[in-house]
């Protein structure tokens, strides 16, 4: 079947480094997750790279579109200590695997530990049906996932969640957020014992760091694979292409999802969607989401060693939303921007140009004006439109963001509290 995909080039785009964590390994891996807010929530340019991209959620088919990717010592860490830190429902609970390292990390125990806590969904309408992956949060069945596993079924589609030890449950959508390609569903009179993961912070990674992915690839159920963060604030922008034959759950969205997202070489397939992406201390870093394939009409449709996570940073205070509204609010910066670029001296600087800001918004309140152009935010170097939607789209409502603003020649740095987006828009 032909996709519409386009060569990857000969040379591999270069990694990007992100901001400098302030933490250790082990201290990023036993911090407490980001404060939970309720109601009021909150790219590098080098070579410019076009892929195929499968959002691998049904094993039986999927959701194929295009990315655009705009590319602009080891040594042994000190074991974590073992000790309580605050779960996502607000839970005490202890760092599963306390021997974390980064050269020699235990895959048998994080994968022990991990395990119970991913699940495998099946939707099905009909004749036809589709399989993806999940995560279990809480004890009270709400299971992270991604939208594009649940959604374009219709009404009238039966949600299974099968657990590690083979049993299953009915399950009904909680909420889904098409604009992250985030969702939650929650298992029907779940049982006692359920293995909710242990949150991390996706704040915490460094580009080589260790990370295992535990999905349901292909319909088999508990299959973990582990590599390396390859990179960090990647521009991913997915969006549904015709299903031509595909699985008819794949549906057109009716907007690109835009992640600044985190790249692995750990293998992940068409079924990996909405599992787990793991430290070497068993801790949730991000919800796998999409692949990167190579294009032509024959190319390959599986793992290439590019994988894309959406960062548990952004996916968590998603998830509350979904459970405690249906839907979720976004952060707002209130320009439209493009791809532009500027000069500096006798360097040109790429980054994405403000077309027009918008009346009464954080960029207007900040002072931002058409013509700048916006080459980072906070630690994070921005080299396009793409880049800047995928970073203020993670930022949470309320969160004051520096910018760093090239204007007449001249960077300068600009602080701007985010505001929340139209319903419309989320």
């Given amino acids: 079947m032909d996709h519409p995909t386009a060569p990857i080039p000969p040379h591999a785009p270069r990694g990007e480094g992100g901001p400098t964590p302030t933490t250790s390994y082990a201290e990023a891996l036993t911090a407490p997750p980001p404060p939970r807010l309720h109601r009021h929530r909150g790219r590098r340019v080098g070579e410019l790279a076009a892929v195929g991209i499968l959002s691998a959620a049904l094993a039986t088919g999927g959701t194929w579109g295009v990315i655009s990717l705009t590319d602009q010592g080891p040594g042994e860490t000190p074991p974590v200590a073992t000790g309580s830190s605050v779960g996502g429902d607000g839970v005490a609970s202890v760092v599963p695997v306390s021997s974390a390292s980064k050269t020699n990390p235990d895959w048998n125990a994080v994968t ?15 004749s036809s049906g589709g399989e993806g992956s999940g995560v279990i949060i809480d004890g009270s069945g709400h299971v992270l996932t991604n939208h594009h596993v649940v959604s374009g079924a219709g009404d009238d589609a039966q949600i299974t969640v099968t657990l590690a030890d083979g049993s299953t449950y009915a399950a009904t959508v909680a909420g889904e957020d098409a604009s992250t390609d985030l969702a939650v569903v929650t298992i029907t009179d779940p049982p006692q014992g359920l293995r909710p993961i242990t949150m991390g912070s996706s704040q915490g990674l460094t580009v080589g760091d260790p990370v295992m992915a535990v999905g349901n690839p292909l319909g088999l159920a508990g299959t973990v694979t582990t590599g390396i963060v390859s990179a960090l604030n990647r521009p991913v922008t997915t969006s549904a292409s015709e299903s031509g034959g595909q699985d008819p759950f794949a549906q057109q969205q009716a907007s690109p999802v835009v992640t600044s997202a985190i790249q692995t070489s750990a293998a992940v397939n068409p079924g990996n969607s909405g599992g787990a992406l793991v430290d070497a201390a068993g801790r949730l870093v991000g919800i796998n ?22 960062p548990v940073d952004e996916a968590q205070w ?3 939303q979904l459970i405690e509204d249906g839907s979720a609010e976004h952060a707002l910066l209130g320009v439209t921007p493009v791809d532009g670029s500027a000069k500096v001296g006798s360097a040109t600087r790429s980054g994405a140009q403000v077309r027009s800001v918008s009346d009464g918004s954080a960029a207007d309140k900040a002072g931002l004006r058409e013509g700048d152009l916006i080459v980072g935010v906070d630690d994070t170097g921005i080299n396009s439109a793409e880049s800047l939607v995928g970073m203020i789209h993670a930022q949470r409502i309320g969160s004051t963001v520096s910018l760093s603003v090239i204007r007449d020649g001249q960077e300068q740095t600009i602080k701007a509290t985010l505001g929340t987006a139209p319903s419309a828009q989320g």
């Fill in 289 to 310: 989401s999409s692949i990167a394939t190579l294009g032509g009409s024959g190319g390959q449709s599986g793992s290439i060693g590019i994988g894309f996570a959406i």
């Fill in 112 to 126: 022990a530990a991990v395990s119970p806590s991913v699940v495998a969904i099946t939707v099905k309408s009909g």
């Fill in 318 to 320: 998603i998830a509350e």
